[in-house]
């Protein structure tokens, strides 16, 4: 089982930027596709942005596409989310997570095996 651990939130005005990372450990996440997902109070989590276990391919919720960008440095064992022009309704707490199955990259939280414990981004207006 790996441990997931997020760093980077905060509190920002509308149109900043915030750089999250999300450090591994226990096992290497080299061969996993790796998600950001959110959840804002009273809502369901979502899906934000994955990145398959090479790099090679994101893909992006449409509320963040061309806003966000995730990327991972597997020789740190880290992956990371770019958000700029940040926006009110961007406001909840960002989890990172672990695919269950190596080589497989998908958006859906059931196939993510591993979470880290959240950490909260405010966007004030």
């Known amino acids: 089982q790996v441990q997931l651990v997020e760093s980077g939130g905060g509190l920002v005005q509308a149109g900043g930027s915030l750089r999250l990372s999300c450090a591994a450990s226990?096992?290497?996440?080299?061969?996993?596709?790796m998600g950001w997902f959110r959840q804002a109070p009273g809502e369901e989590r979502e899906f934000v942005a994955v990145i398959s276990w090479s790099g090679s391919r994101t893909y992006y919720a449409d509320s963040v596409n061309g806003r966000f960008t995730i990327s991972r440095d597997n020789a740190k064992n880290t992956v990371y989310l770019q958000m700029d022009r940040l926006k009110p309704e961007d406001t909840a707490v960002y989890y990172c997570?672990?695919?269950?199955?190596?080589?497989?990259?998908?958006?859906?939280?059931?196939?993510?095996?591993?979470w880290g414990q959240g950490t909260q981004v405010t966007v004030s207006s």
């Open positions: 997570a672990a695919g269950r199955k190596a080589g497989v990259t998908t958006t859906s939280p059931a196939d993510f095996g591993s």
């Open positions: 226990g096992r290497t996440i080299n061969m996993y596709a």
